[in-house]
């Protein structure tokens, strides 16, 4: 049977570019957050996002994602709303995308939320991606049109690198990444050793 590894870390920490080397190296990778983009455009989930959260977040009939992402991370309530109607939606697509890859030993399952949204527990093994504070926030207001106050609410929203790290089984250091590509290849030998033996 396929096993699924959780592949997560905080925002900025740059787990996207480690999945990105992982699928590099052959590895599948199912990215959540484009999973989530993909079911996001399903009707069904679009009328209960409007019937949740109004109007206002829509230009005609186009969900505008960042008036939403205004909304969600400054309200944890509202957030956790959003999740009950996405996650299920995440979790089926994903089921889907797993019975397309069965003949693969093992699959990279890459969530930012992987801890908070219980999803860790469906996964056989994990590794957390981590990357100093400062590193983070910097590489956010590079890669998004956004303010270091908007990063550290986003920040606050999900759970620090200690409680990730602690159930994890891997763990990746990303503020230099030539150094985090050496790491994942330490891990897919691990994990091939571990395949090998059972």
């Known amino acids: 049977m396929t096993k699924v590894i959780g ?34 455009q399903s009707q069904s989930i679009i009328d209960s996002i409007k019937e949740t959260f109004g ?5 005609d009939t186009i969900l505008n994602r960042a008036k939403l992402a205004e909304i969600v991370f400054n309200d944890k309530d509202k957030l956790n709303q959003l999740n009950s109607i996405v996650h299920p939606a995440v979790k089926r697509d994903f089921e889907a995308w797993l019975l397309e890859h069965q003949n ?31 590193v983070r926030i910097d590489r956010v207001l590079k890669r998004d049109n956004t303010t270091k106050a908007q990063v550290l609410s986003r920040m606050k929203m999900q759970w620090n690198d200690e409680k990730r790290i602690s159930g994890s089984n891997f763990v990746i250091n990303n503020d230099n990444l030539k150094n ?8 897919l030998k691990i ?5 090998n033996q059972s």
């Open 191 to 195: 994990l091939n050793i571990k395949q």
């Open 104 to 134: 693969y030993e093992y699959v990279i399952y890459e969530a930012a939320i992987l801890f908070e949204s219980g999803r860790y527990k469906e996964c056989d093994l994990i590794i957390t991606v981590t990357a100093p504070e400062e």
């Open 7 to 40: 592949l997560t870390g905080g925002i900025g920490s740059g787990k996207t570019t480690i999945a990105n080397y992982f699928k590099e190296l052959g590895v599948p990778v199912y990215i959540a957050d484009d999973g989530a983009k993909n079911v996001m």
């Open 55 to 59: 109007n206002a977040i829509f230009d």
């Open 180 to 187: 985090a590509k050496q790491e994942v290849v330490k891990i």
